[in-house]
């Protein structure tokens, strides 16, 4: 019999549903005992179309935890590395802080932080070894980030996969990111968010 499969993380990220409340990035800071100024996760907001036929896309932001990290190989030290999951990780005794995986990653997921190391996002691999969510998708309000195992195939995340049109960012780099947005509008929602959102409050 064979042994199961080891997990192959990943986050996808509903564009339609995210009202951009920034509550994963507080969560996130709490969680991660961030420092004022920083931040491992955050809230882009783009407007695409014509006027008037102008859509908002809310995204949440983070490491993406890549295939192919070009972190990774940058590294001199090897503080930088792949750990359970595909998780990247940064081993902060290791790190000597030369901003190397910085230059090489293409999202600029990464900071160096007032204690000299480099600092990014993590899935928030502690709390998922014990059985947890990551602290962004147990707090999201409108249930927009979903978090679980690719290889799963029954999995939550695999199975939004493969229901729902989705896009990665900058995917010429090769990268392979496993942060996925998803971009099509949810089965039984509103026309917009600002329709949903109005239709709520009445």
């Given at each position: 019999?064979?042994?199961?499969?080891?997990?192959?993380?990943?986050?996808?990220?509903?564009?339609?549903?995210?009202?951009?409340?920034?509550?994963?990035?507080?969560?996130?800071?709490?969680?991660?005992?961030?420092?004022?100024?920083?931040?491992?996760d955050?809230?882009?907001?783009?407007?695409?179309?014509?006027?008037?036929?102008?859509?908002?896309?809310?995204?949440?932001?983070?490491?993406?935890h890549?295939?192919?990290?070009?972190?990774?190989?940058?590294?001199?030290?090897?503080?930088?590395?792949?750990?359970?999951?595909?998780?990247?990780?940064?081993?902060?005794?290791?790190?000597?802080?030369?901003?190397?995986?910085?230059?090489?990653?293409?999202?600029?997921?990464?900071?160096?932080?007032?204690?000299?190391?480099?600092?990014?996002?993590?899935?928030?691999?502690?709390?998922?070894?014990?059985?947890?969510?990551?602290?962004?998708?147990?707090?999201?309000?409108?249930?927009?980030?979903?978090?679980?195992?690719?290889?799963?195939?029954?999995?939550?995340?695999?199975?939004?996969?493969?229901?729902?049109?989705?896009?990665?960012?900058?995917?010429e780099?090769?990268?392979?990111?496993?942060?996925?947005?998803?971009?099509?509008?949810?089965?039984?929602?509103?026309?917009?968010?600002e329709?949903?959102?109005?239709?709520?409050?009445?």
């Amino acid at each position: 019999m064979k042994g199961r499969r080891k997990p192959r993380y990943a986050m996808l990220m509903d564009t339609w549903t995210c009202v951009a409340c920034k509550a994963c990035v507080l969560a996130c800071k709490s969680e991660n005992a961030v420092p004022d100024g920083f931040c491992r996760d955050w809230l882009v907001e783009v407007t695409e179309g014509v006027f008037p036929d102008l859509r908002l896309e809310n995204r949440s932001e983070r490491c993406n935890h890549c295939e192919h990290p070009p972190c990774v190989h940058a590294c001199p030290t090897g503080a930088s590395h792949v750990s359970e999951g595909g998780v990247v990780l940064v081993t902060h005794h290791k790190c000597t802080g030369c901003k190397a995986c910085i230059a090489a990653c293409p999202y600029g997921a990464r900071y160096v932080h007032p204690e000299g190391h480099v600092d990014k996002c993590t899935f928030c691999l502690h709390r998922v070894q014990r059985g947890q969510e990551p602290a962004c998708v147990e707090v999201c309000p409108t249930g927009s980030l979903l978090f679980g195992d690719l290889n799963e195939p029954d999995s939550e995340v695999s199975r939004t996969l493969r229901a729902r049109a989705h896009k990665v960012l900058k995917p010429e780099t090769g990268c392979e990111p496993r942060v996925f947005f998803l971009v099509d509008r949810p089965a039984g929602t509103a026309r917009s968010n600002e329709v949903a959102w109005t239709e709520a409050a009445r």
